[in-house]
């Protein structure tokens, strides 16, 4: 995390911020700058029954192996607040949902397996990181919505299956410096080595990653998609 950014969050106005936000769901179907945030469950499933690949998939039931850190469900996230509810669930829409099914089955061939840090966000957790980071490097701006949002994008990394330990990436999650863009080359061979590997069987199932995150992977053709508001606990 850079710490000049840190710097500029200022801990009671991150609490008051959040406070606001994510107790205030998007009420039913909003716009801005042409997109649609469906805040209300009936409207989403709506959406599913006009068209089955909308659906959000939980990704545990798809793949059972896959591990997970949720940083937003913790204080341990560059907001240094809990976003998420404890014991949280994460979703992708049916297609990239598969795909990174798909993706774990063709790691655990070589022993490695995946570890998600976050997938669909609520809009109203895009609206907290932008007051706390305006800089879409970074952070999606909630007046256009972001592949979390969409359910098209998942934060993650490649983790050891025998001993369990992450392989390393030159930068932790959430790591704001250009030592975590995607193509940055400044680094050991082996961590390159490893970002190939990740990015490799990523694009060969379909995902593309963000320029700026080497963890960050999401699926083409956002547009076609809703942002959605919704709490985790109304996709089950």
Request: charged residues 25%.
């Amino acid at each position: 995390m850079n710490g000049s950014i840190m710097q500029r969050n200022k801990p009671g106005t991150c609490l008051a911020v959040a406070a606001l936000l994510l107790t205030t769901m998007v009420p039913e179907l909003s716009r801005a700058q042409n997109i649609r945030i469906v805040g209300k469950t009936k409207i989403y499933r709506n959406t599913v029954r006009q068209d089955s690949l909308k659906r959000m998939v939980e990704l545990h039931t798809l793949s059972p192996g896959i591990r997970y850190d949720l940083r937003y469900a913790t204080e341990n996230n560059f907001t240094g607040r809990r976003l998420y509810p404890k014991g949280n669930r994460t979703f992708l829409r049916l297609l990239p949902a598969r795909a990174l099914a798909s993706v774990q089955d063709s790691l655990r061939q070589q022993g490695i397996g995946l570890r998600i840090f976050d997938a669909y966000r609520p809009h109203a957790a895009t609206r907290l990181m932008w007051e706390l980071v305006h800089d879409e490097r970074y952070v999606a701006n909630p007046a256009k919505g972001s592949g979390h949002n969409r359910g098209l994008a998942v934060d993650l990394t490649l983790v050891d299956l025998k001993s369990g330990n992450e392989l390393n990436m030159g930068t932790g999650f959430d790591n704001f410096s250009d030592s975590a863009h995607s193509d940055y080359r400044n680094l050991p061979d082996g961590v390159l080595a490893n970002r190939r590997l990740l990015r490799g069987v990523m694009e060969a199932k379909g995902f593309s990653v963000l320029s700026t995150e080497w963890w960050h992977f999401y699926w083409p053709n956002d547009r076609d998609y809703e942002v959605l508001d919704l709490p985790f606990k109304a996709l089950r």
